[in-house]
């Protein structure tokens, strides 16, 4: 079936430096990714959709400067967060959803939590 | 916009059943079913397309009305491992396949 592998599981950074959290889709080609952030105990809460080899779309309210999505190919997009803050600890999530797959196949990556110290 | 979720958070003893909704505003291409473990990523339970349909897999059931604005889930004669945060998923309906989430519902089994 359509995996995908997201790294880091887990990373602590200092504030004020930037941290890059990988998605790849391993066994299926992924025409759009979408990337999420959840905060405890609420939603998955939709960043940005990004489509190979196009700029991202952030949703109202994300800074796409803070928030840097590359998708530079068709298995790999990556989140930058810059100058991380303490407020950007969160736990961030990718999906990808492949051509073959119908409007309503998607695939999530196991989610990086990201703690700013 | 967001599908909104009810109850927000419920409690059960084990053995006991629970049904969990979800609503949109406007209709749904289809409707998926996640539960999510703390620190986790959410795990896809089911997914439904059609107005009208209903379908499960062992004790857990779930359906889509037939104008396809609203969801439930089912969890029967549920189990400790039941407890997690239940979310809906779809399609938001705009045309560029962009994928959200509901408003999640919090369940709780106790032994």
């Known amino acids: 079936g359509a995996v995908v592998s997201q790294h880091p599981s887990w990373v602590i950074c200092k504030s004020g430096t930037s941290v890059k959290i990988e998605c790849r889709s391993l066994?299926?080609?992924?025409?759009?990714m979408f990337w999420y952030r959840q905060f405890p105990k609420q939603s998955l809460m939709l960043m940005a959709t990004?489509?190979?080899?196009?700029?991202?779309?952030?949703e109202q309210g994300v800074e796409k400067d803070k928030f840097l999505i590359n998708h530079a190919s068709l298995t790999l997009s990556t989140l930058t967060v810059t100058s991380a803050h303490p407020e950007d600890s969160s736990f961030y999530i990718c999906?990808?959803?492949?051509?073959?797959?119908?409007?309503?196949?998607?695939?999530f990556g196991s989610g990086t939590r990201l703690t700013v110290v | 916009q967001q599908p909104v979720q009810s109850p927000q958070a419920v409690i059960l003893r084990e053995g006991e059943d629970a049904v969990i909704n979800c609503s949109s505003s406007?209709?749904?291409?289809?409707v998926h079913w996640y539960r999510q473990k703390h620190g986790e990523a959410p795990v896809f339970l089911m997914i439904?397309?059609?107005?009208?349909e209903q379908k499960g897999h062992e004790k857990i059931s779930a359906s889509f009305n037939e104008k396809k604005q609203q969801s439930s889930l089912y969890l029967t004669a549920s189990q400790l491992s039941y407890s997690g945060t239940y979310f809906c998923?779809?399609?938001?309906?705009?045309?560029?396949?962009?994928?959200?989430f509901g408003t999640g519902t919090r369940l709780k089994v106790l032994a």
């Open positions: 998923g779809t399609d938001d309906g705009s045309g560029t396949y962009k994928y959200i």
């Open positions: 066994d299926f080609q992924a025409t759009t």
């Open positions: 406007k209709a749904l291409y289809s």
């Open positions: 999906s990808a959803r492949g051509a073959w797959q119908s409007n309503y196949g998607y695939t």
């Open positions: 990004s489509n190979e080899g196009s700029k991202a779309t952030y």
């Open positions: 439904l397309l059609k107005g009208g």
